[in-house]
């Protein structure tokens, strides 16, 4: 069973920066794309980055320039820098990863984290 475990969400004022973390335990052979999506009270789910194996990122409109998306791909870790944050950026913090191929050859799809919350004061 594959699980995604975050880390780094709180509170934060206006214009301020914090990094998610979120790293993919059990024995994990490969992970083709993880990525972050948000969820704001009473709104959809939405994406905020993703990233491929190779490095290859895609940036949802809202946050192109101030978020920055990267990955360890030895340790099976996303991050995701939040710079010059606005209470619009509050949200659930969700990690997924999608593709993913264990050492005992089971092959999972999109797979979620539990999210983490990200409060921004204004």
């Known amino acids: 069973q594959v699980q995604l475990v975050e880390s780094g969400g709180g509170l934060v004022q206006a214009g301020g920066s914090l990094r998610l973390s979120c790293a993919a335990s059990?024995?994990?052979?490969?992970?083709?794309?993880m990525g972050w999506y948000r969820q704001a009270p009473g709104k959809e789910r939405g994406l905020v980055a993703t990233?491929?194996?190779?490095?290859?990122?895609n940036y949802g409109d809202s946050v192109q320039g101030r978020f920055t998306i990267s990955r360890d791909n030895a340790k099976k870790t996303v991050y995701l820098q939040m710079n010059s944050l606005k209470p619009e950026d509050t949200a659930v913090y969700y990690c997924?990863?999608?593709?993913?191929?264990?050492?005992?050859?089971?092959?999972?799809?999109?797979?979620w984290g539990q999210g983490t919350q990200v409060t921004v004061s204004s």
């Open positions: 990233i491929t194996s190779g490095g290859t990122t």
């Open positions: 997924n990863a999608d593709e993913i191929k264990t050492y005992g050859s089971t092959y999972y799809r999109n797979v």
């Open positions: 059990a024995s994990i052979f490969s992970i083709n794309t």
